[in-house]
Every structure is written in structure tokens, then in C-alpha cells.
């Protein structure tokens, strides 16, 4: 599927989802504003949207650059911060209820990739910012999300 389509009468989808994933989509779209607005039409009344992008101030990010190289994938046309996913959000008519920093497992990776990983999570302790990647947690604007008890 097109993810600028999900609001057109889909044969294969549902019209409402408790929850819709974008994972790691956003940066690869020319229009995020649009995606967004296409991929909430489909959240029910009490349903949520999780989007999960890279982060524009990772850490292995900064550290590449200061060493003359870029870690950006080829077909990223942009990054986000939390700043810019607030403002990106509330333009699609959205309200982040939760945003997180995550590092990526580094298991496969070669040994100083896994170094920086394991440096990452040290520092987002200290550091939020720094996390390879955001996830966030949304809800339409004007729609009241149901409490779990799970939630505390």
C-alpha cells in the first residue's frame, strides 16, 4: 500500500485500527504531514498512531560527522527531532501522549558499531537526545485516549 492512500476506501483494510505502525517511514516521504493525516484517518476513536524515525542528534550520527562521514541512509530525504515531530504532529492533527529515544540492537553488527550502540544507551541515560532513534505515541487531537490498567 501507499501510505498517502490509507484514507481512500482500501478493499484489503479495515476502516478504523486500535493501532496504526509507521515504522520508520516518515523519512523516507517527501510529504510527512500527508502520511500522517492518511495514516490517522484510519485510528479509531480510541486508537493511537506509533511512529518510529531516526533521530536527527544520534550519537553515532554526531560522531560520524566529526570524523569527515555521514551514517544517513540513501533514501532519508529528512530527519527529525522531538522539536520538529511536536510541530509535525500537531500540523497532521495529532497529539504526541508519549515520545521515547531508542537504540537499535547492534548484535550482527561489527564490533565497533556494537561499541558505539552500547556507548549510546550509556549516554541516553544521561542524554535523552541522543537515542538512535523516536518513537512516539499519538492520538487525534480532540480525542480522549482510554486509560489501561496496565498504565498505572
Do not use: W
Not at 487525534?140 to 498504565?151: F, N, T
Request: charged share 25%; hydrophobic share 40%; proline share 5%.
Amino acid at each position: 500500500l501507499d501510505a498517502k492512500d490509507l484514507s481512500r476506501p482500501q478493499a484489503n483494510l479495515q476502516e478504523e485500527y486500535d493501532v496504526v505502525v509507521l515504522g520508520d517511514i516518515i523519512e523516507h516521504v517527501t510529504n510527512p504531514e500527508e502520511v500522517l493525516v492518511a495514516s490517522s484517518s484510519r485510528i479509531g476513536k480510541n486508537g493511537e498512531l506509533i511512529v518510529t524515525t531516526a533521530n536527527a542528534f544520534h550519537l553515532y550520527g554526531f560522531l560520524r560527522a566529526l570524523t569527515g562521514g555521514e551514517c544517513t541512509h540513501p533514501d532519508h530525504v529528512a530527519y527529525y527531532s522531538p522539536m520538529n515531530l511536536m510541530e509535525l504532529f500537531s500540523r497532521s492533527g495529532l497529539q504526541i501522549i508519549e515520545m521515547r529515544g531508542y537504540v537499535e540492537d547492534a548484535y550482527r553488527e561489527n564490533p565497533l558499531k556494537r561499541l558505539v550502540r552500547h556507548t549510546e544507551r550509556a549516554c541516553m541515560a544521561l542524554f535523552p537526545g541522543t537515542s538512535c532513534g523516536i518513537i512516539c505515541r499519538a492520538k487525534r487531537i480532540g480525542v480522549v485516549p482510554v486509560q489501561r490498567a496496565a498504565d498505572g
